[in-house]
């Protein structure tokens, strides 16, 4: 037979999902305004035509457009090494978790 608990340690476990959701960083503000300042060299790949690299050929992905969330992610798994593209990484590298998040509302809402 189990023992009910406490009624304090009920409130405990019943706030335990706010408590955890309240220390996450909370997502950063995007100033579209530097972030298309930081993305003059994505245009040397992303830019072309037919999203095609010039040397060697391959697929770029459209990166203009993409959601916010989805930029965010890219650029920081590239920049954790989780993804790999040499290229890619060095850029991610140099970006700040603002200029991360600047970008993201720049080319979210290309116009």
């Known amino acids: 037979m189990t023992r009910p608990l406490p009624i304090a340690a ?3 476990l019943a706030f335990l999902p706010l408590l955890a959701a309240a220390q996450q960083p909370a997502a950063t503000a995007g100033n579209a305004t530097k972030g298309k300042q930081l ?10 035509p037919g999203y095609k690299n010039a040397y060697p050929n391959y697929h770029v992905p459209r990166i203009a457009g993409q959601s916010p969330q989805y930029l965010v992610n890219a650029l920081t798994e ?3 090494g989780k993804r790999k593209h040499p290229t890619m990484q060095a850029q991610a590298e140099s ?6 998040a600047d970008i993201a509302a720049f080319l979210s809402n290309p116009k």
């Open 10 to 12: 009920s409130l405990v």
């Open 39 to 48: 993305t003059f060299t994505c245009q040397g790949c992303h830019g072309i």
């Open 78 to 80: 590239y920049k954790q």
């Open 95 to 100: 970006f700040s978790d603002q200029d991360i």
